[in-house]
């Protein structure tokens, strides 16, 4: 029997100062889809101050199935994946952090999982592999209390919302990515939540993290994210 070609397929890759490693992180995810049927991959450089999009697109030209699109000030991956769905024209798109945290292999076995659970949101759960020893213990704490918080606050069928990869069905983003007012930390919850309070259904599949994936977080980073999780909180009561 031969493998699944996975027709309409767009894959959406936020990308933030990567000049050293995307070039050779295209070249991975070219290789990942390349059986698949009319894949799309778009790479968004997040208003990147090194040469990460000059570089993408040197990579993108030798492929024909990559473009690359982006804007001059950092936005945050939220506002990245906003400005590359907005040129998808797939009807499963795939969010995939272009640092290849988590790698690409696995892309085919997490759309079998999506198009076996007819969900409009499949989520990658990371919980398995954050192992001791592979993971900093403050943050799988870190992790381990977002995700307590977010079941309180928004009741998602979800724990992990912050993870990296997720595919998604169009027509579930078409009605609620344009109207995400969070851009950074928290877009991902956000996004979520919308999604659910519009009536979408959503599921988690584990999935694993490169060797080497630290998972660090400023404290910046944790302040603006509790802060956005507040923010959404209170938000949400005005949402239909």
């Given amino acids: 029997m031969s493998p699944p070609t996975y027709p309409g397929v767009s894959i959406l890759m936020p990308a933030y100062q990567l000049e050293t490693t995307i070039s050779d992180n295209i070249e991975r995810v070219v290789s ?19 040469d990460t999009r000059g570089f993408a697109e040197k990579a993108a030209s030798a492929t024909g199935v990559v473009s690359v699109v982006g804007y001059e000030v950092n936005r945050g991956k939220g506002g990245a994946l906003k400005e590359g769905f907005s040129h998808a024209v797939g009807q499963t798109v795939i969010f995939l952090d272009a640092d290849l945290d988590l790698p690409p292999e696995q892309l085919p076995g997490l759309l079998d999982a999506f198009y076996a659970s007819k969900v409009d949101a499949l989520v990658g759960a990371k919980r398995s592999a954050m192992v001791p020893g592979r993971y900093p213990a403050l943050r799988r704490i870190l992790s381990l209390i977002f995700a307590t918080v977010n079941r309180i606050l928004f009741r998602l069928p979800v724990r992990e919302t912050q993870t990296g990869l997720k595919v998604f069905r169009r027509e579930a983003l078409e009605d609620t990515l344009p109207r995400l007012e969070t851009e950074r930390y928290a877009f991902d919850l956000e996004l979520l939540v919308r999604m659910r309070r519009a009536g979408s259904t ?35 009561f005005r949402w239909k």
Avoid: Q
């Avoid at 009319?38 to 990147?48: K, L, T």
């Avoid at 060797?211 to 509790?226: A, D, K, N, R, Y």
């Fill in 32 to 50: 990942v889809v390349a059986d698949w049927d009319m894949p799309e991959i778009i790479v968004i450089d997040d208003g990147s101050t090194d």
């Fill in 202 to 236: 959503m599921a988690e599949e584990p999935v694993v993290l490169a060797p080497g994936s630290s998972g660090g977080l400023s404290l910046g980073t944790l302040w603006e994210m509790g802060r956005d999780t507040i923010r959404i909180w209170l938000r949400s």
